[in-house]
């Protein structure tokens, strides 16, 4: 998992090739609520998604991260949500595909799936009763700003 982070941290260092290899409408970021720590991350989300995702030909994991909240009381470290990037072959059927798997994988309510659609900013939340669809959004992923 981390060597997957510091690849991707090498690949868009350089900034000639941020901008031709960063495609917005083919980016999907999986924003996951809850202190979940980044090795529970890896092995609950990170690591199941990017075989799923390649088995069936629809992207993959680039990295993820954690958006941390204040610590616990005892000082321990406490994370507000965590996020995965996904580079998707298709992005609607990727949409489809993280719709139904997650819930497998036991995301919680909250969850949602971040994207764009020409220069629309999207999401579809996971709601106790199933999806919301292309709901407007105004968060910005925090690396790449869409």
């Known amino acids: 998992m ?3 982070l510091r690849k ?8 000639g090739e941020t901008a ?3 495609d917005r409408q083919r980016f999907i970021y999986v924003k996951i609520p809850g202190d979940i720590q980044p090795l529970e991350r890896g092995k609950r989300f990170e690591d199941p998604l990017q075989k799923l995702l390649a088995a069936s030909g629809l992207g993959s994991v680039t990295g993820g991260g954690s958006q941390m909240d204040d610590p616990y009381p005892d000082g321990r470290p406490r994370v507000e949500f965590c996020g995965i990037d ?3 072959a298709d992005r609607d059927r990727a949409l489809a595909f993280l719709r ?3 819930p497998k994988l036991d995301a919680p309510a909250g ?3 971040h994207y ?4 629309a900013a999207l999401l ?3 709601e106790t009763d199933g999806w919301r669809l292309g709901l407007v959004r105004t968060y910005l992923h925090p690396s790449y700003g869409v």
């Open 100 to 102: 139904n798997e997650l």
């Open 124 to 126: 579809d939340r996971r």
């Open 20 to 22: 031709a290899a960063f």
């Open 111 to 113: 969850t949602e799936l």
């Open 116 to 119: 764009t659609v020409d220069a």
């Open 86 to 88: 996904l580079n998707a």
């Open 8 to 15: 991707l941290a090498r690949h868009f260092s350089r900034f």
């Open 2 to 4: 981390f060597s997957r």
